[in-house]
C-alpha cells in the first residue's frame, strides 16, 4: 500500500519498501533489491523515511504509526464543467491545512 510519511519513520532490517528514485539514491548500502519482488528493496541497515517522502511498505503497521503515515488511495476524476482532472482528496485536505505537498508520488 502506499503511504506518505507526516512524520519521519525509521525502518529496521528486513523490511521491504519500495522506494522513490530520490530515497534509493540517499539510502544506496542501507538497503538492497529485494530477491522476490521486483522494484522493491530490502532494508539491511535502519534507514528512516522523513516527513512528506511518499513510499510503499505491504507490511501491517503498529497502531502507534496512526498519527505517523497516511494511507494514500488512487486520484479520482473530477465531474464538473472544467476539463476532468484526477484529483486525491488527501491532496485537498493537505492544501485546506496548510500541508505542504508530499514530493513524487509513485
Request: hydrophobic share 40%; glycine share 8%.
Amino acid at each position: 500500500m502506499k503511504y506518505e510519511a507526516l512524520q519521519a519513520i525509521s525502518f529496521h532490517p528486513g523490511s521491504l519498501l519500495r522506494l522513490t528514485k530520490a530515497q534509493q539514491a540517499r539510502t544506496a548500502g542501507l538497503v538492497r533489491p529485494a530477491e522476490k519482488k521486483e522494484g522493491w528493496f530490502e532494508v539491511v541497515s535502519d534507514i528512516q523515511i522523513k516527513r512528506g517522502e511518499a513510499f510503499e511498505c505491504d507490511a501491517e503497521f503498529p497502531k502507534g504509526f496512526v498519527d505517523a503515515i497516511e494511507a494514500k488511495r488512487p486520484a479520482k476524476a473530477v465531474k464538473n464543467n472544467s476539463p476532468a482532472e484526477a484529483v486525491a482528496p488527501e491532496a485537498v485536505m493537505s492544501t485546506a491545512s496548510g500541508e505542504t505537498g508530499a514530493g513524487e508520488i509513485f
